[in-house]
């Protein structure tokens, strides 16, 4: 992809990983891009249970600002309802460019595979599949049964493009920020924007 998205969709799911979630959303925020935010019923369990209760979905703005230093325009994201499958991003009409899951259970992963659109997230990701936009899909698992294994082929068949949470220790990672800003880097460099969360590999 070499176009840079103005406008992304953001789904957060209850699998492990939230600090790859909200500083994904701060460098998406931070170069610019206005953001479609949607967190499951567990994403929310998981965002507080790992980063505390500053970390609700309702007041990740002032989170993101806290911890990164982010300044927030009220317009840069809205926070839609994970059962309103009548937001605007539920439909291939919607301006928005490309989606993101991050971090994606297993669950969303299998509905995804499978085109199930059982709530926002799902849909959306359904949409990007269809109308050929980017859809960036970071699940996290381990061990992983065979059918999960099989979902990531049949997203990656479908055009999404597979992510594992796996950051990489080259870059001699010290605090879980710099774990988090690999993960981050990659996905935002994915989506054909410019990332200096981490430094490239020089050989
Ligand atoms: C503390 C905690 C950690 C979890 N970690 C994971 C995980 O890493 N990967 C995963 O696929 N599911 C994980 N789960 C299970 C999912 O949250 C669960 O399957 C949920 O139904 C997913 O729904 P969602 O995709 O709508 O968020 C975890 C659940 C809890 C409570």
Redesign the pocket.
Known sequence: MSDKPSRVALGI?????ALYAVRTLAALLAAGVRVDLVV????R??LT??LGPDAAADRLGSYLTARYGVAIAPEAFVLHR?RDVGAEIASGTSPCEAMVIV???????A?VAHGLSR?L?ERAADVALKERRPLIVV????PMSLP?LRNMVLCAEAGAQLLPAMPAFYQRPATLDDLADFMAGKIVSCLGLDQELFPAWTG
């Open positions: 799911t209850g699998a492990s990983g499951s019923d567990f994403g369990r998981l249970d790992e994970n971090p994606c259970s297993m669950k969303t992963l509905g709530n997230i699940p996290r698992e381990t999960q």
